[in-house]
């Protein structure tokens, strides 16, 4: 699931955890489903995260220029 997908469940769940009509049993597993859902969002993340630090990292060997001399 991608990020978005997953941040737009937890959206509808938090919204159906507001609910005060919602049954006991339903919220818990809902809550179950959110905190399942936002572990996978963190994890997507810091993956995310590590691959743009990674990009940086190896882009600063190609980008970082010594003085240029035009003489």
Known sequence: MK????LEKLEEITSALERE???LDEAI????QGLDLA???KKALDE???K???VVEKAKGV???GPFDVS
Request: without cysteine; hydrophobic residues 55%; glycine residues 0%.
């Open 39 to 41: 572990a996978s969002a």
């Open 52 to 54: 743009v630090s990674q």
């Open 29 to 32: 597993a809902l809550f179950e």
């Open 48 to 50: 995310a995260r590590l």
């Open 3 to 6: 990020i978005e997908e997953a």
């Open 21 to 23: 009509d919602i049954p």
């Open 63 to 65: 980008l970082d220029l």
